[in-house]
């Protein structure tokens, strides 16, 4: 089964901290993507990546950066948070091989700024 | 712009059967996935749907019509642990996801 791991469940931050979030995958795959979740719209995309230390920005970039260092991992920062980055964030990863196989979710991590 | 609209909630009965529509405008289409995601939790994979027609899988059943741009979820024999929200999902000419809102699913016994 392919687990993707993220660091954690739940994180509170003040405005203006630097927040890492992280995401671990064990399936070897190529494609690593970080969204946001906020009630009533969907599925939002941040950043993704389809190999280490490559990155493209999606549709919400602003205020995020990522890194990509080793392929299992994918980390999503903020550099000062604000509280309109209050949301639940969720990673994913899929295998770089067929465009249309399915994305693989984390738990997902409830950030707070207060 | 691209568009993926459903309906924000729905309520069944335990038992009972419930569609789950799901209705579409991207730029390009490479199949449409539906998710499910029980609260609190990670999306998990339902089904995948690239050509017309239905696709059956056990109480899950998922239809395309990619002239109408409309998908829907079948969901039969209701289980108390079907109340969840249901993700519908549309790869673009791009192949990047676009996602719906979700529709959140209430059973009552």
């Known amino acids: 089964d392919v687990k993707v791991t993220q660091s954690s469940r739940y994180l509170v931050k003040r405005t203006g901290e630097k927040v890492f979030l992280e995401c671990v995958q064990d399936?070897?795959?190529?494609?690593m993507f970080w969204y946001r979740q906020d009630p009533g719209l969907g599925l939002r995309l941040i950043y993704f990546?389809?190999?280490?230390?490559?990155?493209e920005k999606g549709d919400i970039p602003e205020g995020y950066s990522v890194s990509r260092e080793k392929k299992e991992r994918f980390s999503l920062i903020l550099e000062s948070a604000s509280t309109n980055q209050t949301s639940m964030y969720l990673c994913?990863?899929?295998?770089?091989?067929?465009?249309?196989?399915?994305?693989?979710f984390g738990p997902g991590t409830r950030l707070t700024v207060l | 712009g691209q568009n993926i609209d459903q309906p924000t909630e729905m309520t069944a009965t335990e038992g009972a059967i419930v569609q789950i529509n799901c209705t579409y405008q991207?730029?390009?289409?490479?199949?449409l996935f539906w998710y499910q995601q029980h609260a609190g939790e990670a999306p998990t994979f339902l089904s995948y749907?690239?050509l017309d027609g239905l696709e059956e899988k056990g109480r899950f059943s998922s239809f395309l019509s990619r002239s109408k741009g409309y998908s829907y979820l079948l969901l039969k024999e209701l289980q108390m642990k079907d109340s969840a929200s249901y993700l519908c999902a549309v790869l673009d000419s791009n192949y990047q996801l676009i996602w719906g809102a979700g529709t959140k699913l209430i059973i009552k016994p």
């Open positions: 990546s389809y190999d280490v230390k490559m990155k």
């Open positions: 749907n690239v």
């Open positions: 399936m070897d795959h190529e494609n």
């Open positions: 994913a990863s899929k295998s770089g091989g067929v465009e249309t196989d399915t994305q693989y």
């Open positions: 991207t730029s390009g289409f490479n199949g």
